[in-house]
């Protein structure tokens, strides 16, 4: 059954901790994204990764840090230098198909908040 | 740098009625991209659009794009409850593969 996974579900972290979100994909996606939502609000991107050993920066990459050592993972690191960390974070990856659409598909998310 | 805005942000209708959500975006784009978010939840992909005049259906919804217009719209017929969602669109950042600019979403809420 192929589909991305995320974990933990929730997570609290306090202030002055670092946290990792997993996120893991069978879907045999070369590239994996990092999003945050904010209520109300759309998806930002955090950083994101075409091809393993290798990551770009998005828009919003600041108090984050990421890896990408094996094509099926993507761990976001939540550092104590992020400031508003309290969201809800979505991973995505993306294949070349034959339509060449790059479509994203999305994991069920973690919502992060800071005590 | 691309710019998404939707429109309307907030859309409350009745069952059975019709509407649009507009999706403008500022700069050269070949890729389009409809979402539905229900609450609390993930993304669920809707519809990807890859040309100019394309048109696809899903039940009642049904979404177009026009890359000369940089417009793509997202019709729903005879609206019922459970489509109450949020509906995001993305367009694909010109000269990147991988890159997508999101709307900020619209809530969408039909009522009895």
């Known amino acids: 059954d192929g589909g991305i996974t995320q974990s933990p579900k929730y997570l609290f972290r306090k202030e002055g901790q670092n946290v990792t979100l997993s996120c893991e994909q069978n879907l045999n996606h070369d590239a994996m994204y990092w999003y945050r939502q904010d209520p109300g609000q759309g998806l930002r991107l955090i950083y994101y990764s075409q091809i393993v050993n290798d990551f770009q920066k998005g828009d919003i990459a600041e108090g984050y840090s990421v890896s990408r050592e094996k094509k099926e993972s993507f761990p976001l690191t939540v550092t104590s230098a992020q400031k508003n960390p309290t969201a809800f974070y979505l991973c995505?990856?993306?294949?070349?198909?034959?339509?060449?659409?790059?479509?994203?598909?999305f994991g069920p998310g973690t919502r992060l908040t800071v005590l | 740098e691309l710019k998404v805005e939707q429109n309307p942000l907030f859309l409350s209708m009745q069952e059975g009625k019709n509407y649009t959500i507009y999706c403008n975006y500022s700069t050269t784009s070949d890729r389009l991209y409809w979402y539905r978010q229900d609450p609390g939840k993930s993304l669920e992909s809707l519809f990807v659009l890859l040309s100019n005049g394309a048109v696809k259906q899903e039940g009642r919804l049904m979404a177009s794009l026009d890359t000369k217009a940089r417009l793509s719209t997202l019709h729903i017929t005879a609206a019922v409850h459970d489509l109450s969602a949020t509906y995001f669109c993305a367009a694909r950042n010109g000269g990147s593969n991988y890159k997508l600019t999101f709307g900020k979403g619209t809530l969408l809420t039909v009522n009895p």
């Open positions: 995505a990856s993306s294949g070349q198909t034959s339509e060449g659409d790059n479509e994203q598909f």
